[in-house]
């Protein structure tokens, strides 16, 4: 059984940032499997990952814009970090990327901000809105699952930290910091 979006659509939990996930990732695609074309759920499930931007463009539109926003965002973020240390930020910025002052604004504040938690929430929800934005005028098509599959995944990253050690997590950064 293939291509039954609006069924699947309105069959999935609609989400709300900072909210628990409803499902594992791999929980999604399992549902997703089902009800979507082989090709379809071929995009999903090769959504990049940041450190892979740089490997190309894809044939999906949504897809590119998210990675276009993203990296912009990580920019705005490198130049904001570097602007306080006093360096250069040419040799961090991802060339593929246009400058985006709208995002200047969430990434200094971000970077501004005292808790690296609190900082790191602010730019999900920058995200979040970017997702929404990309989502609009789209209701039961793969652009849809697609912002649905991002937002997911930002709610697991929230959900592993609310998680983590801390114990755990600092030990981990002190043996990574001494090398």
Same mark, same amino acid.
């Given at each position: 059984?293939?291509?039954?979006? #609006?069924?699947? %659509?309105?069959?999935?939990?609609?989400? =709300?940032?900072?909210?628990?996930?409803?499902?594992?990732?791999?929980?999604?695609?399992?549902?997703?499997?089902?009800?979507?074309? &082989?090709?379809?759920?071929? /995009?999903?499930?090769?959504?990049?990952e940041p450190a892979r931007y740089v490997?190309?463009?894809?044939?999906?539109?949504? %897809?590119?814009?998210?990675?276009?926003?993203?990296?912009?965002?990580?920019?705005?973020? /490198?130049?904001?970090?570097?602007?306080?240390? =006093?360096?250069?930020?040419?040799?961090?910025?991802?060339?593929? +990327?246009?400058?985006?002052?709208?995002?200047?604004?969430?990434?200094? &504040? &971000? %970077?501004?901000?005292?808790?690296?938690?609190?900082?790191?929430?602010?730019?999900?929800?920058?995200?979040?809105?970017?997702?929404?934005?990309? &989502?609009?005028?789209?209701?039961?098509?793969?652009?849809?699952?697609?912002?649905? +599959?991002?937002?997911?995944?930002?709610?697991?990253?929230?959900?592993? %930290? =609310?998680? +983590?050690? #801390?114990?755990?997590?600092?030990? =981990? +950064?002190?043996?990574?910091?001494?090398?």
């Amino acid at each position: 059984m293939t291509d039954f979006y #609006p069924y699947l %659509v309105s069959s999935l939990p609609v989400l =709300h940032f900072g909210m628990k996930p409803p499902f594992s990732f791999e929980r999604f695609l399992e549902i997703c499997r089902e009800f979507i074309p &082989a090709d379809d759920y071929a /995009v999903l499930c090769n959504l990049p990952e940041p450190a892979r931007y740089v490997d190309g463009r894809t044939q999906q539109k949504t %897809v590119n814009e998210w990675i276009k926003f993203d990296t912009a965002l990580r920019n705005e973020l /490198v130049k904001a970090r570097t602007q306080r240390m =006093h360096h250069e930020p040419s040799s961090y910025l991802r060339r593929d +990327a246009s400058p985006d002052p709208t995002l200047a604004a969430a990434a200094t &504040a &971000a %970077v501004a901000n005292p808790s690296l938690l609190a900082a790191e929430m602010s730019l999900d929800e920058v995200r979040w809105k970017a997702l929404d934005e990309l &989502a609009a005028g789209h209701h039961f098509d793969l652009e849809l699952l697609l912002t649905y +599959a991002l937002k997911l995944l930002i709610l697991i990253r929230w959900e592993r %930290v =609310h998680n +983590a050690d #801390p114990g755990g997590i600092l030990e =981990h +950064a002190l043996q990574t910091a001494r090398g």
